[in-house]
């Protein structure tokens, strides 16, 4: 039972039949490769004990699909050791559904399981994984496994919890390079924040107090002082970085150099890692760089098309990786050897300058997957890992289609993505309570151990709106997106506790599972906004109300409690109990498990499958189990 990691996800050998406790509700205990070679092959028999326990009942028969004809042609259950059990062979990395036939006329779910779903006839049925050993061909079946593998005194990237400081909205330390540019309304206009101000933060201990250890800043280099026409028709600045204009300079509305230097060391000094955004698919018009080589760009004229993103060409495919964003960013032309090898020199060049742990690079889908592919060689070749592997962590901005992100996360290209397609369901689910817990362990089912490496899991981020929108008591906006561009719609603070709490219980989600949690500036304290540019106000530091400090307070308890506990990052996660509104799981590491529970509604909810006794780490209180109520919008994080 004790695990092994090999690989970026946590590896475990399940015992074939660890009983109903096993179970899940539908594969979602992902195992990976196992040790020296000893896996199990997808398919592989498996001896699995169904259990029914012992009353005046003169038969059970286990129905189910476990064989074609199996729900018409049960199979009986035997008195054994005091219960009725029956072992079958079922195949390794499966998933049986099923019900039992008591005394042939009373059809009920396994009572020793608390996993079901919706039979589809009004009723429930039961459900439960087969896995008797770590399969050979990646967690969850489906990965092409990484070659992560932190040895001792390296930095292990699944303990990192991931702060995006958006620069310019987060901190302003030196009012003095302020500097709004011309004709830019202020939610479009730079605002202020610079390294100076982040460097106060580190230092005084934010970041350490919500857990953070990890964080992510807005793209480093020069971009110029102009305004451009965003899509929307509102002219904007470069206050994003989003528009590099000169590759080798820091944005002086940020610092210099020696400054974003210090914010790096500082963050060292407290084990904090930095990743810096690096946006590589297109310069801004006035880089030196289109007018002397302006064979590395591509044109914005693609045989008679006037080739932006979105009009003349497509944002997808082809299309999608040459076309220019708007008519003043030159697209990179990555084909072309030279260039690639100019922006890979570039990006090893921010490296060594400032020591920095990691990238986050934007808008992978848009750039030939060559360069991510050189960038991780020459990583690999000149930069010094010895205390951790330099993580790079991408974005796709896909909601549905989960092969998208997957196929550029591997050891040679892409550590991570950001998870969307879970932002999506922890937000449909959780948050808008949309569907039923059901169907968000339905989708984990399938995406625990899906991509082979470490994902970057999050609610919230400066794309789409602020995340508190979708937990409002009527919540506006759709899932994926919560309304986009939006200038006009700009929502205040709700003025209710519950909405924070629904907050928490997504921060609870992703501070007790795998992946690397990320927290988008802000959200901690549930800041109110619409689409970008509105989901970028700077960030509050005063004048917060009881609501939002008691949000950063849980957010600071669950960085902790994650920090404490690797179980939580590191271990497999195994449902334990669903019901329309509760969900619970238990995540396990060797010895250690630690068991989460939550209740998405508004109402007093049951809950089963817990330890007879624990202590919440919430409260520190005692706690008594296996069942309990769950008072609404509430969790529970056990541990022995
Ligand atoms: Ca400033
Ligand atoms: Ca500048
Ligand atoms: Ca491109």
Redesign the pocket.
């Known amino acids: 039972m004790r695990p092994v990691f090999l690989h970026g996800l946590a590896l475990a050998l399940l015992a074939c039949d660890a009983g109903v406790s096993d179970s899940s509700g539908g594969g979602g205990a992902g195992a990976g490769a196992g040790q020296g070679g000893a896996c199990v092959e997808a398919g592989a028999p498996c001896q699995i004990t169904f259990h029914y326990p012992l009353g005046s009942e003169q038969s059970v028969e286990l129905r189910g699909d476990f064989a074609p004809d199996g729900w018409d042609n049960g199979i009986p259950l035997e008195i054994d050791a005091g219960e009725w059990r029956i072992t079958l062979s079922l195949p390794n990395d499966s998933v049986v559904r099923y019900k039992y036939l008591v005394d042939g006329s009373e059809w009920v779910t396994d009572p020793t399981n608390p996993v079901q779903e919706d039979d589809g006839l009004g009723g429930l049925q039961s459900v439960r994984s087969v896995s008797c050993g770590a399969s050979c061909d990646g967690a969850g079946g489906q990965g092409e496994g990484g070659s992560y593998n932190p040895g001792p005194g390296e930095f292990d990237w699944r303990s990192a919890v991931l702060y995006f400081v958006f620069v310019d909205r987060f901190a302003?330390?030196?009012?003095?390079?302020?500097d709004p540019v011309a004709g830019v309304e202020t939610p479009a206009n730079?605002q202020?924040?610079?390294y100076?101000?982040l460097l106060e933060q580190i230092e005084a201990g934010y970041f350490d107090d919500l857990g953070v250890n990890a964080l992510w800043l807005t793209v480093p280099a020069d971009n110029p002082g102009v305004s451009g026409p965003g899509s929307d028709g509102h002219a904007y600045s470069a206050y994003h970085g989003y528009w590099p204009s000169n590759l080798e300079a820091v944005e002086e509305?940020?610092g210099d150099m020696a400054l974003l230097k210090q914010v790096v060391d500082a963050a060292h000094e407290r084990g904090i890692k930095v990743l810096l955004d690096y946006a590589m698919n297109h310069v801004h018009i006035d880089n030196p760089l289109f007018t002397e080589q302006p064979d590395w760009f591509w044109p914005l004229d693609f045989d008679g098309r006037y080739c932006v993103c979105g009009d003349g060409c497509s944002w997808d495919g082809y299309d999608g990786r040459r076309c220019w964003f708007r008519d003043y960013l030159p697209d990179w032309n990555f084909q072309n050897p030279q260039a690639r090898a100019a922006s890979i020199d570039n990006a090893l060049w921010w490296i060594q300058q400032t020591g920095i742990d990691g990238y986050r690079l934007d808008a992978i889908k848009h750039i030939e997957t060559v360069w991510v592919e050189e960038l991780r060689q020459r990583v690999n070749a000149e930069v010094d890992q010895t205390t951790g592997r330099f993580y790079m962590v991408g974005e796709t901005f896909e909601t549905g289609n989960r092969d998208v992100i997957r196929q550029y996360v591997g050891s040679d290209l892409l550590d991570g993505q950001f998870d969307f397609p879970l932002r999506g369901a922890i937000v449909e689910h959780v948050l808008r309570r949309s569907g039923t817990m059901f169907d968000l362990d339905n989708f984990l089912a399938t995406n625990d151990g899906y991509y082979p490496g470490i994902m970057s899991t999050f609610i919230g981020n400066h794309d789409i709106a602020r995340v508190i929108q979708t937990a409002l008591d009527q919540p506006w906006g759709t899932w994926d997106n919560g309304g986009s561009s939006n200038w006009t719609n700009t929502p205040s603070l709700p003025t209710n506790r519950a909405p924070f709490e629904r907050l928490a219980l997504g921060f609870t989600f992703l501070m007790t599972t795998q992946g690397i949690p990320l927290i988008y500036y802000g959200d901690e304290i549930g800041m109110a906004g619409s689409g970008d540019p509105d989901n970028r106000r700077f960030m509050q530091w005063t004048g917060t109300t009881a609501d939002q400090d008691w949000l950063r307070e849980q957010v600071q308890l669950l960085g902790q409690i994650r920090k404490d506990n690797p179980a939580l990052w590191r271990g497999i996660r195994i449902t334990v109990y669903v019901s329309n509104d509760v969900y619970a799981y238990r995540m396990t590491d060797g010895e250690d498990v630690v068991h989460v529970a939550f209740n998405r509604s508004d109402t007093l909810q049951p809950v089963e499958g817990l330890p007879p006794e624990a202590t919440d780490l919430l409260t520190g209180e005692p706690f008594t189990g296996p069942t309990s109520m769950l008072p609404p919008r509430s969790a529970l994080i056990l541990a022995p």
């Open positions: 302003n330390g030196d009012p003095a390079n302020d730079y202020g924040g610079d100076a101000g509305h940020f």
